[in-house]
């Protein structure tokens, strides 16, 4: 039994080195994008395992494999094995910093469509990340900003005039369930979508657009498998456009 333990911790401590290894190797390509070009691994997958997205089949959490790991190693350069050592105090290729007072979010190098919707993809960010006041942050999204809040840009014009095109959705990850009418990030039916979801009387559920050019859509209990709910969007930035 205790032989059984140590190696479920090891393989635990394993996946997460790879894990971290691989948000190194993604800074060191400059974007998720470039990474997936040079490695040959397909960006949709590689987003998955960045965001430890579960397999639909299992329901676990996706890992690094062996074969995944030599490919990242090889497209990256790196000799057979740097995925499974510990480079933490390389500080040099993943440092950041951070102000006093100010706390950083993470970027996620994907796009929520405002519009009929993208295949979840990566694509160039436009941001690394964003440092932001900690009390704005606390005020704003409560605590643990940090773990729970990630910036993604939207495309799109379905949820205009509230959000438009270019914005800066700041979404909490931590929000996976429908809990009451808000503007939430939806993988539906393979779309990553920005859109209000409105509980209706009968039962289902709306996907309504903010645009009226948009009819909406219902989710009911035969098409509920085809949801889920990636995040609630707890504020946006806009940018004046001239």
């Known amino acids: 039994m205790l032989s059984i333990l140590l190696f479920n911790m090891d393989m635990k401590l394993n996946n997460q080195i790879r894990l971290e290894n691989l948000h190194r190797l993604i800074n060191e390509a400059g974007t998720q994008e470039h990474l997936s070009d040079v490695s040959g691994v397909s960006r949709i997958y590689l987003n998955q395992i960045k965001q430890q997205r579960p397999d639909p089949t299992t329901g676990k959490t996706r890992n690094i494999g062996d074969s995944l790991a030599r490919k990242l190693e090889k497209g990256m350069g790196k000799p057979v094995g740097w995925m499974d050592q510990d480079h933490s105090e390389t500080v040099e290729t993943i440092s950041v910093t951070e102000t006093e007072g100010y706390i950083r979010l993470d970027y996620l190098d994907i796009q929520s469509s405002a519009g009929h919707g993208k295949v979840a993809d990566s694509y160039p960010p436009l941001i690394q990340n964003l440092n932001v006041l900690e009390d704005w942050a606390l005020q704003s999204f409560g605590k643990n900003a940090v773990e729970k809040i990630k910036i993604i840009n939207n495309s799109g014009d379905s949820m205009s005039p509230t959000i438009q095109d270019g914005d800066i959705l ?6 996976r369930a429908f809990e009451a009418e808000g503007i939430y990030v ?13 509980a209706q009387q009968d039962g289902r559920l709306a996907i309504i657009s903010d645009n009226p050019s948009y009819q909406p859509e219902y989710i009911n209990e035969k098409n509920i498998d085809s949801l889920v709910i990636c995040g609630l969007v707890r504020g946006w930035w806009s940018f004046k456009r001239f």
């Open 170 to 175: 700041f979404v909490d990850v931590s929000r």
């Open 186 to 198: 939806l993988d539906w039916n393979g779309r990553l979508l920005t859109k209000r979801l409105v």
